[in-house]
Nanobody
Framework: QVQLVESGGGLVEAGGSLRLSCAAS????????MAWYRQAPGKQRELVAA???????TYPDSVKGRFTISRDGAKNSVHLQMNSLKPEDTAVYYC???????????????WGQGTQVTISS
């Protein structure tokens, strides 16, 4: 069974930093795109950052220049460095993998359980 497990959330003051990590476990050959999403209370889940298999990244304007996504292919993990945090960054952050290759074939659309990030003003 493939699982994604996040870590690194917490409470920090505005202007501070946090680093989130997500580790994929199971019998994994490779993972294509990995991403971070977030969902604030009463709002839709939104993309925060994505990193493709070739290493290219994408960010929405709301986090561009403040957040950096990186991945360790050998360890099937992805990280999100968040700097200059704002109260509006408060949300549950989810790790996502869109396509995972296993010895038994491809598996699609995996989510982690989420980690709470709270930014105080």
């Amino acid at each position: 069974q493939v699982q994604l497990v996040e870590s690194g959330g917490g409470l920090v003051e505005a202007g501070g930093s946090l680093r989130l990590s997500c580790a994929a476990s199971g019998n994994i050959v490779s993972i294509s795109t990995m991403a971070w999403y977030r969902q604030a209370p009463g709002k839709q889940r939104e993309l925060v950052a994505a990193i493709f298999s070739d290493g290219t990244t994408t960010y929405p304007d709301s986090v561009k220049g403040r957040f950096t996504i990186s991945r360790d292919g050998a360890k099937n993990s992805v990280h999100l460095q968040m700097n200059s945090l704002k109260p509006e960054d408060t949300a549950v952050y989810y790790c996502h993998a869109d396509r995972i290759r296993t010895p038994g074939g491809y598996r699609y659309d995996y989510w982690g359980q989420g980690t709470q990030v709270t930014i105080s003003s």
